[in-house]
C-alpha cells in the first residue's frame, strides 16, 4: 500500500480493513506513507518494484498530476487507486462519489433556509476537494442560486484561525460553511469558539463522517460513505488483476449520504 499521510484517521482505517483483507488472502501488506510528497511516492513505487511485489494498492499524491501513475503503469505491476483518481489517466478506481457528496451538502443547506455558502477547499489540487466543489455549484445552480465563494486551506488543519478570521471579516457575505472535511472543520470551529464567534449559529457541513468512528463531545453535519466497502473492494479488484484478469478498466463509486450526529 503507497498513502498519502498514514497518521490521517481514515486512511488509518482504510489501512486496518484492507490489511486484514490481504492476510486473509494469504498476502502480507507492506505500507509506504509518502507525507503527500511526490519524490516520495516516486521513491516508494521503486521499491515496490525493487522488491518485486505482487500488486499496489495508492492513494496517489495528486499535486504531480498523476506523473507517479504513468511511472507506475510503465513497471507492468498491477495496482488500483483507492480513496483517489484522476479523471484524465484511465486506471481502476475504488472512491466515494465525491461530486454527489458536494450536492447533498450544499443541498441540506439550501433545504434550510441558507443561500450564501463559503466553500473551504483542500490546497493541493485535490480532485476529490474539486469534485466536491463542482458538486456544490451544481446544487446552487439548480436552486437559481450562485456558486459559493471558494477559497483552500491546508487539509491538515492548522489553518483554522485565518479561515475563521476570514469568515467573521466577511460575515454579511456568507450564512454557511461547507468545509472539504471533518479535521478541517472542527480545526475552525474551535479557532472561532476561541474567537467568541460563536459558530454554534452558522451552519457548518464537512465530510468523512468523523462522528461515526470516534465519540466526540459535541454535534456535528457530515456527509460520508454509506458503508466501509471501499478497502475491501479495492482489494477484491487488485486480486482480479493479480490473478491475470485484464479486463476492462473499473471505476467504482461508493454512495454518500448527509448524516446528522448530535
Not at 4 to 12: E, K, R
Not at 121 to 139: F, H, I, K, T
Not at 203 to 226: C, E, K
Request: with cysteine; hydrophobic share 40%; net charge negative.
Amino acid at each position: 500500500m503507497i498513502v498519502p499521510d498514514i497518521s490521517n484517521f481514515l486512511i488509518s482505517r482504510q489501512i486496518k480493513a484492507i490489511e486484514s483483507a490481504v492476510s486473509k488472502s494469504g498476502y502480507t501488506a507492506v505500507i509506504f506513507n509518502t507525507n503527500e510528497d511526490p519524490a516520495t511516492e516516486r521513491q516508494a513505487i521503486r521499491t515496490a518494484y525493487g522488491k518485486r511485489v505482487d500488486g499496489i494498492l495508492i492513494c496517489p499524491v495528486q499535486s504531480f498530476r498523476g506523473n507517479n501513475i504513468a511511472f507506475l503503469q510503465k513497471t507492468g505491476i498491477p495496482f488500483v487507486l483507492f480513496s483517489r483518481f484522476f479523471r484524465d489517466i484511465d486506471t481502476d478506481y475504488v472512491c466515494s462519489d465525491d461530486v454527489k457528496g458536494g450536492y447533498i451538502a450544499a443541498q441540506y443547506l439550501i433545504d434550510r433556509g441558507c443561500r450564501s455558502s463559503l466553500f473551504v477547499g483542500a490546497a493541493g489540487e485535490l480532485e476529490c476537494s474539486e469534485d466536491r466543489y463542482a458538486g456544490v455549484c451544481r446544487a446552487f445552480r439548480y436552486a437559481g442560486l450562485h456558486a459559493p465563494v471558494l477559497i483552500t486551506a491546508d487539509p491538515k488543519g492548522g489553518e483554522g484561525e485565518a479561515v475563521a478570521d476570514m469568515y467573521w471579516r466577511n460575515r454579511s457575505g456568507f450564512d454557511s460553511m461547507i468545509i472539504f472535511s471533518d479535521i478541517m472543520a472542527f480545526d475552525i470551529e474551535a479557532a472561532m469558539l476561541a474567537k467568541g464567534y460563536k459558530s454554534g449559529n452558522i451552519p457548518i457541513i464537512s465530510f468523512d463522517i468523523s462522528h461515526a468512528f470516534m465519540r466526540l463531545p459535541f454535534p456535528h453535519v457530515s456527509v460520508g460513505m454509506v458503508d466501509e466497502s471501499l478497502p475491501e473492494e479495492a482489494f477484491a479488484i487488485l486480486l482480479r488483476r493479480m490473478n491475470g484478469d485484464s479486463g476492462n478498466r473499473i471505476h467504482r463509486l461508493i454512495d454518500v449520504e448527509v448524516r446528522e450526529f448530535h
